[in-house]
C-alpha cells in the first residue's frame, strides 16, 4: 500500500483534482437523502470531495475522518473543525450516529478480507436505521478502458479485487444492509498514457509487479513501443454501490 503521508501533498493533482471531485461528489449526492442531517466520510482523504459535499448540501453536517496525519491535516484545512484522525475499521463514533455515510476509494486498499467486512460493519454501525452508505466498487476494473495499454498489461498478474460489487454487497448483507441503487462517474484526467504507466509500474502502483523486477520492465519496455507515448487515453469511469439500512417496522394498529 502507498504511503499516504507522503502522498498527500501530490495527492489531488496525480488524481484529476477538483475535476475529478467534482464528479465524484455530483455522483455520491446522487444516491444520498436529500433532507438535513449527519454524513461520515470515511477516508476522507485531503477532503477535496468531502468539502463539496458539504457545500453541496448546508443542511447536511458533515464529518471527515482519515488515518493518515498528512491526509487529515489537509482534509482539516478545508473543512475546519470537521475532520477526525480515526481507523476506518474502529471508528470512534456510536451506533446510529450518521444519516449517511461513504467510503470513496478505500475498500480497494485492504489486502485482507477480514478488514474488508470489519470497515462495511463500521460504516453500517454508525448508520442510523433508514441511512444510506456509499461506497466505490471494483476500482481497479475502471480503469481497463480498451485501450492499447490495456492490451499490453492484459497478461499482468492481478490480486482478486477486495471491492468487488458482488463482495461488497455480500458484506453489506451481512450487516443488515440492503442495495439501493447504483451511480458512476468519470475520472476527469485520469486516462493513463504509455509513458505515465511505465512511471506507475516502476513506482510499485501495480501491487504485483514490484519495482525492479524482469517481469516489471519486461511490461515497460512493451509500453515504451506504443504510439503517442504523451497522449492520454481515455478516463477511467468509477462504480458506485449504495446500501441502506432498513428502518424498523412500525407497530401494527390495534
Not at 448508520?127 to 471494483?138: E, F, K, M, N, Q
Not at 481497463?144 to 460489487?165: C, E
Request: charged share 25%.
Amino acid at each position: 500500500m502507498l504511503d499516504y503521508d507522503k502522498e498527500a501533498g501530490d495527492y489531488d493533482t496525480s488524481r484529476g483534482g477538483e475535476a475529478r471531485a467534482h464528479e465524484a461528489a455530483q455522483a455520491v449526492l446522487g444516491l444520498i437523502p436529500g433532507k438535513p442531517g449527519r454524513l461520515l466520510d470515511v477516508a476522507c482523504g485531503t477532503g477535496i470531495v468531502t468539502r463539496r459535499l458539504a457545500a453541496a448540501r448546508p443542511g447536511l453536517r458533515v464529518t471527515g475522518a482519515d488515518l493518515s496525519p498528512a491526509m487529515v491535516r489537509r482534509a482539516s484545512a478545508r473543512l475546519p473543525g470537521a475532520v477526525v484522525r480515526a481507523d476506518s475499521r474502529r471508528l470512534p463514533f456510536p451506533d446510529g450516529a450518521f444519516d449517511a455515510v461513504t467510503s470513496i476509494w478505500l475498500l480497494h486498499l485492504l489486502d485482507d478480507p477480514e478488514d474488508v467486512g470489519a470497515v462495511v460493519g463500521e460504516c453500517a454501525r454508525v448508520l442510523r436505521p433508514g441511512g444510506v452508505y456509499v461506497t466505490t466498487v471494483d476500482k481497479a476494473a475502471a480503469h481497463d478502458v480498451g485501450s492499447d495499454i490495456d492490451g499490453v498489461l492484459a497478461g499482468r498478474p492481478r490480486r482478486p479485487a477486495a471491492d468487488a460489487a458482488g463482495t461488497v454487497t455480500a458484506h453489506a448483507a451481512r450487516h443488515g444492509l440492503g442495495p439501493a441503487g447504483h451511480g458512476s462517474f468519470r475520472g476527469t484526467g485520469q486516462g493513463r498514457s504509455p509513458r505515465t504507466t511505465v512511471a506507475d509500474l516502476r513506482r510499485g502502483w501495480f501491487t504485483l509487479l514490484p519495482p525492479g523486477e524482469p517481469r516489471t520492465e519486461e511490461f515497460a519496455a512493451r509500453l515504451a513501443e506504443l504510439p503517442d507515448q504523451d497522449r492520454p487515453r481515455p478516463d477511467p469511469r468509477f462504480s458506485l454501490r449504495a446500501f441502506r439500512k432498513p428502518a424498523p417496522t412500525p407497530p401494527a394498529s390495534p
